[in-house]
């Protein structure tokens, strides 16, 4: 007998991006239920070769259903998420809103598998921003071998990062550039096409951002809070695939050799590092596969122990539904939850 899943928020970008990776790995569940707002009851979502009908959110029954993918935001998740977790169903959320809870463990399996028994106590699992969660998997072997002591991390983020709005925005706004329309900005806070914008998430009283804050926050409570992170989170006109440019200062030695060597092995790193013309990865190659892609690595002479790197991955996939589908896996694999219907 399989498990029952939930996936609310299904008509979004992350959530159609779970029921493919669902249906892809074949994941262990009997029955997978679409969910989204009152706006979409009824439409339609694909599920591998199946469709599902979508259900409403507000007025679904959780008492027989295992686990809950929840992508539907931060203010639907501080809602839902509690009363899910009470009705014995365990909620992996997509949002903000329980990452920085002490009670609540924040997961990459490939970073922190263990810290996964901490969800407990309120039956939820928090997946963290999608520029952290690419970031960590790359960091952790190295912070393994040589110990970081600080990391420097400039962003440039896809706009599937602001949901299918600001998709269809830079879609919009690129059309409107060819046909000389007026181009309107609502879901950025200027024009985004053949533009950057460095102002992700809102401003914070020290001058940073809160997907600045993010980074750094999430960073140390997966990996190591003694290490120092400074980011810059920069919108860049690209659909699909956050890249990141990052410094790392290490306590240990490490060459760029050792580190080819040691990310090669890691698991979720994929190393394409020539030194030629396109021996490196770009967004837009990363969109559709799970890897983090890990390119450009350099010594960096201007500190004691320090290295460059380059690190690409789909923002959609390990930035969110995949890693939420990997907890799911972890969960079962270790044993920590049973299906209701078998356990009944
Ligand atoms: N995109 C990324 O790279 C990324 C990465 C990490 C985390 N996240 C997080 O994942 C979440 C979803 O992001 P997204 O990019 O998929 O956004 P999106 O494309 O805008 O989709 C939002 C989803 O939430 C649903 N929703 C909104 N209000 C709802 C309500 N009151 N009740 C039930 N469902 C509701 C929407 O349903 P309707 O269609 O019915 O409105 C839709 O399915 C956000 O919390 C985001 O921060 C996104």
């Given at each position: 007998?399989?498990?029952?899943?939930?996936v609310?928020?299904?008509?979004?970008?992350?959530?159609?991006?779970?029921?493919?990776?669902?249906?892809?790995?074949g994941?262990p569940?009997?029955?997978v239920?679409?969910?989204?707002?009152?706006?979409?009851?009824?439409?339609?979502?694909?599920?591998?070769?199946?469709?599902?009908?979508?259900?409403?959110?507000?007025?679904?029954?959780?008492?027989?259903?295992d686990?809950?993918l929840?992508?539907?935001?931060?203010?639907?998740?501080?809602?839902?998420?509690?009363?899910?977790?009470?009705?014995?169903?365990?909620?992996?959320?997509?949002?903000?809103?329980?990452?920085?809870?002490?009670?609540?463990?924040?997961?990459v399996?490939e970073?922190n598998?263990?810290?996964?028994?901490?969800?407990?106590?309120k039956?939820?699992?928090?997946?963290?921003?999608?520029s952290?969660?690419?970031?960590?998997?790359?960091?952790?072997?190295?912070?393994?071998?040589?110990?970081?002591?600080?990391?420097?991390?400039?962003?440039?983020?896809?706009?599937?990062?602001?949901?299918?709005?600001?998709?269809?925005?830079?879609f919009?706004?690129?059309?409107a550039?060819?046909?000389?329309?007026?181009?309107?900005s609502?879901?950025?806070?200027?024009?985004?096409a053949?533009?950057?914008?460095?102002?992700?998430?809102?401003?914070?009283?020290?001058?940073?951002t809160?997907?600045?804050?993010?980074?750094?926050?999430?960073?140390?409570?997966?990996?190591?809070?003694?290490?120092?992170?400074?980011?810059?989170?920069?919108?860049?006109?690209?659909?699909i695939?956050?890249?990141?440019?990052?410094?790392?200062?290490?306590?240990?030695?490490?060459?760029?050799?050792?580190?080819?060597?040691?990310l090669?092995?890691?698991?979720?790193?994929?190393?394409?590092?020539?030194?030629?013309?396109?021996?490196?990865?770009t967004?837009?190659?990363?969109?559709?596969?799970?890897?983090?892609?890990?390119?450009?690595?350099?010594?960096?002479?201007t500190?004691?122990?320090?290295?460059?790197?380059?690190?690409?991955?789909?923002?959609l996939?390990?930035?969110?539904?995949?890693?939420?589908?990997q907890?799911?896996?972890?969960?079962?694999?270790?044993?920590?939850?049973?299906?209701?219907?078998?356990?009944?």
């Amino acid at each position: 007998m399989g498990f029952k899943i939930a996936v609310a928020g299904a008509t979004g970008n992350v959530g159609r991006e779970m029921l493919n990776i669902l249906s892809e790995r074949g994941f262990p569940a009997d029955e997978v239920v679409a969910l989204a707002s009152a706006r979409s009851q009824g439409t339609e979502v694909s599920f591998g070769d199946k469709t599902l009908k979508v259900k409403n959110l507000e007025n679904y029954d959780f008492s027989d259903t295992d686990i809950c993918l929840m992508s539907a935001g931060g203010a639907v998740s501080l809602k839902y998420s509690p009363k899910i977790g009470q009705q014995g169903c365990v909620v992996i959320d997509n949002s903000s809103a329980w990452r920085y809870d002490s009670e609540v463990p924040l997961i990459v399996p490939e970073v922190n598998p263990d810290a996964i028994s901490l969800f407990t106590k309120k039956n939820i699992i928090a997946n963290p921003n999608c520029s952290t969660a690419q970031l960590v998997v790359a960091l952790k072997p190295l912070h393994d071998y040589a110990k970081i002591k600080r990391v420097v991390v400039s962003t440039y983020q896809s706009v599937s990062g602001a949901g299918k709005d600001g998709m269809d925005e830079l879609f919009n706004q690129t059309r409107a550039v060819f046909v000389a329309d007026p181009i309107e900005s609502k879901k950025f806070t200027k024009r985004i096409a053949f533009n950057v914008i460095p102002h992700i998430d809102v401003f914070m009283e020290d001058g940073y951002t809160k997907e600045e804050w993010k980074v750094l926050a999430e960073t140390k409570k997966m990996l190591d809070p003694k290490i120092k992170v400074t980011c810059t989170a920069v919108r860049v006109p690209v659909f699909i695939g956050h890249s990141e440019s990052v410094n790392i200062e290490f306590e240990n030695e490490i060459t760029a050799d050792e580190a080819r060597d040691i990310l090669r092995e890691a698991p979720g790193c994929l190393v394409v590092d020539k030194h030629e013309n396109g021996g490196y990865v770009t967004p837009y190659e990363c969109a559709g596969e799970d890897a983090t892609y890990i390119s450009r690595i350099r010594e960096d002479a201007t500190v004691e122990n320090g290295l460059n790197i380059w690190v690409v991955s789909d923002n959609l996939r390990k930035g969110a539904a995949l890693n939420a589908i990997q907890i799911a896996e972890l969960l079962i694999n270790r044993g920590l939850i049973r299906a209701k219907k078998q356990a009944a």
